[in-house]
């Protein structure tokens, strides 16, 4: 079983930045842990992932403004900085953590960006 807890959500201006945090209990093996979002009406869109090794991947929405990370003393929680924020980011971003059998998620944060 796998427990993740999310965090850092909220309201934010264009322009504007907001760093999600999201923390894994599990006696388990994680290989890949990332954040998903999704948008009224949209289906959920993958943002970006890091694996054991701390190797990224982005979707190429989020390319070159948003930055996963994973804490060097915690390796089960990570991070995603987003930078330069459009109303199109708003969204409910869903942390993800795949283990050897199943894939888990989060309850979700909701990321609004409005002036």
């Known amino acids: 079983q796998v427990q993740l807890v999310e965090s850092g959500g909220g309201l934010v201006q264009p322009g504007g930045s907001l760093r999600l945090a999201c923390a894994a209990s599990t006696a388990e093996v994680i290989y890949v842990m990332g954040w998903y979002r999704q948008a009224p009406g949209k289906q959920r869109e993958y943002v970006a992932t890091?694996?054991?090794?701390?190797?990224?991947?982005y979707g190429e929405s989020v390319k070159g403004r948003f930055t996963i990370s994973r804490d060097p003393s915690a390796e089960d929680t990570i991070y995603l900085q987003m930078n330069n924020l459009t109303p199109e980011d708003t969204a409910v971003y869903y942390c993800?953590?795949?283990?050897?059998?199943?894939?888990?998620w989060g309850q979700g944060t909701q990321v609004t960006v409005s002036s």
């Open positions: 993800n953590a795949k283990t050897a059998l199943t894939s888990h």
């Open positions: 890091i694996n054991s090794g701390s190797s990224t991947n």
